[in-house]
């Protein structure tokens, strides 16, 4: 713990690389664990892919309504922690869609899967707010399917997500893994861009391997930010 925060006050930039854990304790299921929200269903990959939305577009807009929104939801202390490093020297790229770091106040985001508040429609291309999407999957000006800016399965990147992202792994000196195990591709495969000398800290749940010279915090993300001055 403290020499987390050694390595952070030190650090000339801090590279943040975020996932569901950081947002589950502000009340956001984490569909990837044991008991969150797709155990004993369907797999995520058929339900959130391309393919469904097109297939499906009613089925898929009323599971990612009742699923994915959580409009109340307000950021923890970890993603005011990291907008308050983020402001003078870090980034956070985050997979989540929950759009809770913009929320923290951040202004050094990536979101690397997209955020569920911005919407548009499909046909026309034209932006729609959120809150029309949740009352209808059809846009109202041309019948055109509605859909948030997420990244879906069977869908790629952004390439200037992706091209900014590595900008800001080979730009960190100290880069903090924080809830997630890092198992989705091509987001686990950015760590492959950082410096050799970069210092990989994970906290997270879990233990993950951080290899020989890095630092594993295992235990509650919130809890040990929260020791973070
Ligand atoms: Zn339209």
């Known amino acids: 713990m403290d020499e987390l925060q050694q390595l952070i006050d030190q650090a000339q930039q801090v590279t943040f690389l975020t996932g569901a854990g950081v947002s589950t304790a502000s009340g956001i299921p984490d569909y990837r664990s044991k008991t969150g929200l797709y155990a004993g269903r369907q797999r995520p990959e058929e339900l959130l892919s391309h ?6 577009p009613d089925k898929f807009w009323q599971f990612v309504k009742q699923s994915l929104y959580f409009p109340e939801a307000q950021p923890n202390i970890i993603h ?6 983020a402001a003078t020297k870090g980034q956070v790229i985050t997979q989540n869609i929950d759009g809770l770091d913009h929320k923290a106040g951040n202004q050094q985001v990536i979101e690397f899967h997209g955020n569920l508040y911005q919407t548009y429609c499909t046909q026309c291309q034209k ?3 959120w809150q029309e999407y949740l009352a209808d999957y059809r846009h109202p000006d041309c019948g055109g399917f509605l859909r948030p800016r997420i990244v879906l399965y069977g869908e790629g ?12 792994i080979q730009q960190a000196d100290v880069i903090i893994v924080v809830g997630t195990s890092f198992q989705v591709y091509p987001f686990a495969g950015l760590l492959q861009y950082r410096q050799p000398q970069a210092k990989l800290v994970a906290v997270n749940k ?6 020989q010279h890095g630092l594993m915090l295992t235990g509650d ?7 973070l001055h």
């Open 206 to 211: 879990t233990p993950l391997d951080v290899g």
């Open 221 to 227: 993300a919130a809890h040990i930010f929260a020791q």
């Open 51 to 56: 393919d469904y939305f097109v297939a499906h």
């Open 80 to 85: 005011q922690k990291m907008a308050q490093i």
């Open 157 to 168: 990147i952004n390439e200037q997500v992706v091209q900014k992202s590595v900008r800001a």
């Open 127 to 129: 932006d729609v707010p």
